[in-house]
Nanobody, 125 residues
Framework: QADLVESGGGGVQAGGSLRLSCAASKFRYSSNCMGWFRQGEVREAVAAMHIGGTSTYYADSVKGRFTISQDTAKYTIYLQMNSLKPEDTATYYC????????????????????WGQGTQVTVSS
């Protein structure tokens, strides 16, 4: 069984909403940070959060539109995506990894140690 399993992707019109879920194994959920990335020319961080903590990160392009959250009882994180734009179209990946010493999360893909298989999000204009 995979350590991280994403779901919730699909097609939506611009302005619409989707919620992505990432179900983690207990081991991977114990990592300090979990985040959402999307693949374009590079794999960029969209949002990340410290598990069990309050530290969060959002890319400037999604601030005010996307919200990352966690359900510790289900070992699951979510990405609520509202006001979607065509430029949000991408494959979205869930990842887990360590945090910085101050408790904040890294934002570069190579600093994350475990990845899900990805889920496609397509936003049509």
């Amino acid at each position: 069984q995979a350590d991280l399993v994403e779901s919730g992707g699909g097609g939506v019109q611009a302005g619409g909403s989707l919620r992505l879920s990432c179900a983690a194994s207990k081991f991977r959920y114990s990592s300090n940070c979990m985040g959402w990335f999307r693949q374009g020319e590079v794999r960029e961080a969209v949002a990340a959060m410290h598990i069990g903590g309050t530290s969060t990160y959002y890319a400037d392009s999604v601030k005010g539109r996307f919200t990352i959250s966690q359900d510790t009882a289900k070992y699951t994180i979510y990405l609520q995506m509202n006001s979607l734009k065509p430029e949000d179209t991408a494959t979205y990946y869930c990842a887990s990894g360590p945090s910085r010493s101050d408790g904040s999360c890294y934002t570069r893909s190579w600093e994350y140690t475990s990845w899900g298989q990805g889920t496609q999000v397509t936003v049509s204009s």
